[in-house]
C-alpha cells in the first residue's frame, strides 16, 4: 500500500509539472521541471545509477531550453549511456527473449538507425554536431534494445517513446518544421521518460525479491 502510494504521488506530481509545459509560455524554464522532480525522487530511494540517468537527461533539458545543441546532446548520451548500463547489469536471462526475437529486434534497430542517418545526417550542416548526433542516435538505440531485452511493458513502451521523440526532433530541427512540434515532441518524451523510470522501478524491485 505504501509503495502504491508513493507511485502515485510520483506520477500525480509529474503529470501537474509536464502539463506546465503546455501552458502559455509565461515562466520559461518551466519545461525543466519534470525530469528534476524524477531525479529527486530516484535520489530519495538512494537508486544511484537511475537518479544519474535522470538528472543528466534534466540537464539536457537545461541545455535545450537555451539551445545550447552539442551540450545537450552530450548530456543526453551520459543518460543513454547509463541507462544502457542499468538495463544490462539488471538483465534477467530466464525472462528475457528468445534469440529469434532478438535478432529481430537488432534488425529493426539497425533499419531505424540507418533510416535516421539517411534522413537526417546529410541535412545537418556543422559536422561537429552532426557526427554528436550519429553517435547519440547509437546510444539511444542501445538503450531502445536493451530495455527492451526485459519483459517489462514500462521499459518497452517508454524507449520506444523517447526514440520517437528524438526522432521526430531531428526531423523538425534539420529536415522540415513540425507542425504543433512541442506537442509531438514533448507528450512522447515526458511519457516515455516517466515510463522508463516506473519500469526500472520495478526492475530494482525484482532483484530485491530475488536476492531474499
Known sequence: ????????????????????????????VQMIFPLLWLSLCALC????????ALFFSFLGDVMGWQNELIPQIAFFALAQ????????????????????????FMALVALVY???MFWIFPRVENRIIAYGIAVYALLLLGMWYTASQH?????????TLFVIS?????????????????????????????LLYLGTQKLYESQELRGK
Open 45 to 52: 530511494q538512494k537508486q544511484w545509477s537511475l537518479m544519474a
Open 1 to 28: 500500500m505504501k509503495r502504491t502510494l508513493r507511485y502515485i504521488l510520483v506520477i500525480s506530481v509529474f503529470v501537474i509539472l509536464a502539463l506546465l509545459d503546455f501552458l502559455p509560455k509565461h515562466f520559461s
Open 114 to 116: 540507418g533510416v535516421a
Open 151 to 159: 519483459k517489462n511493458a514500462f521499459l518497452i513502451i517508454g524507449a
Open 166 to 194: 528524438d526522432f521526430i526532433l531531428g526531423i523538425h530541427l534539420f529536415v522540415q518544421r513540425i507542425h504543433y512540434s512541442s506537442l509531438c515532441i514533448m507528450i512522447p518524451y515526458y511519457l516515455g521518460q516517466l
Open 81 to 104: 549511456i547509463i541507462y544502457i548500463i542499468i538495463y544490462s547489469r539488471l538483465m534477467p536471462p530466464k525472462t528475457s527473449w528468445s534469440m529469434s526475437l532478438k535478432i529481430v
